[in-house]
């Protein structure tokens, strides 16, 4: 498919991308790997009149990993993050998601940015930055804002960005025993179910946990229930994992489709789920 007629601008700043959406409204999308776009332009399902290059704004592509939070540029690439020997130590669990994300083409062009703006149910950041407890800062025109990634993700393909609003960075604690894993779909790496996990450990026993599980339900969603089970459980046992783990997506309305049904997702959160917590306490 070849997408509708369109105009092309570069930003060479935030400001220049801020004074462009505010300039075009509407009929503007801003492009920065593209990996999203580009495809629902070619299907026509997006047919903006403007695009914004903003892929050469400088320092939004940076990992600051000896921060306090630690920052990651909106315009930081997949390939980026699955190389970086700090985020492996400091933060596992994004790592992981940076490593099994699509195939090469995807991991070197596309942006946790984008990703993220993208708001795909089945995509692997929103889980990660959840379970990361993740803040993201907003820009506009009146200034920045903050949210949280729990507030960030509010439905399929809906995220609290505006629309005269981009996305500059993400921040986060530490947590290096975290991670992220997933049942993908064998043709588009899409997480069928994924689920991220970050753990405190004292004395051999979880002491807090925070997950987030993606692919199942409209929108990625933390697992209050499962985090309460986990609480006092020992990092060795195993039958005790599993125990806080079911019903990870309890109260859920789980999505059914050609590769998997509503119960086979429902299930396998429960299984990843266990699976993360196991790796994530392992670190």
């Known amino acids: ?63 600051d ?64 930055l959840q379970a990361l407890d993740a803040t993201f800062t907003l820009a506009g025109k009146n200034g920045t804002r903050e949210l949280k990634a729990a507030e960030f993700f509010r439905g399929m393909f809906e995220t609290a960005l505006g629309a005269n609003e981009l996305l500059t960075k993400i921040s986060f604690a530490a947590a290096p025993k975290s991670a992220y894993v997933k049942f993908h779909h064998p043709a588009s790496h899409y997480a069928v179910v994924g689920v991220a996990v970050a753990l405190t450990i004292d004395g051999g026993a979880i002491e807090s946990a925070r997950v987030a599980i993606t692919g199942v339900g409209d929108v990625a969603f933390r697992a209050a229930g499962v985090e309460a089970a986990l609480k006092g459980v020992k990092t060795n046992d195993a039958d005790g994992l599993a125990a806080a783990c079911a019903g990870a997506a309890s109260g859920v309305q789980a999505r059914s489709d050609t590769f998997a049904s509503a119960s086979y997702r429902t299930a396998m959160a429960d299984v990843f789920a266990a699976r993360a917590v196991a790796q994530a306490a392992a670190r």
């Open 1 to 63: 498919m070849i997408p509708a007629a369109f105009e092309y601008k570069r930003a060479n700043s935030v400001d220049e991308a801020l004074r462009l959406l505010g300039e075009h409204g509407e009929d503007a999308k801003l492009l920065a790997g593209g990996h999203s776009l580009i495809p629902m332009m070619k299907l026509r399902l997006a047919a903006p009149a403007m695009l914004i290059d903003i892929a050469g704004i400088p320092n939004l592509d940076q990992i």
């Open 65 to 128: 990993a000896a921060s306090d939070p630690l920052t990651i540029g909106a315009l930081t690439k997949h390939a980026k993050l699955a190389a970086s020997d700090e985020l492996q130590k400091k933060a596992p669990a994004l790592w992981d998601a940076a490593n099994d994300l699509g195939d090469p083409q995807v991991r070197n062009r596309g942006t946790i940015g984008g990703a993220s703006a993208h708001g795909d149910p089945s995509a692997d950041y929103p889980a990660v």
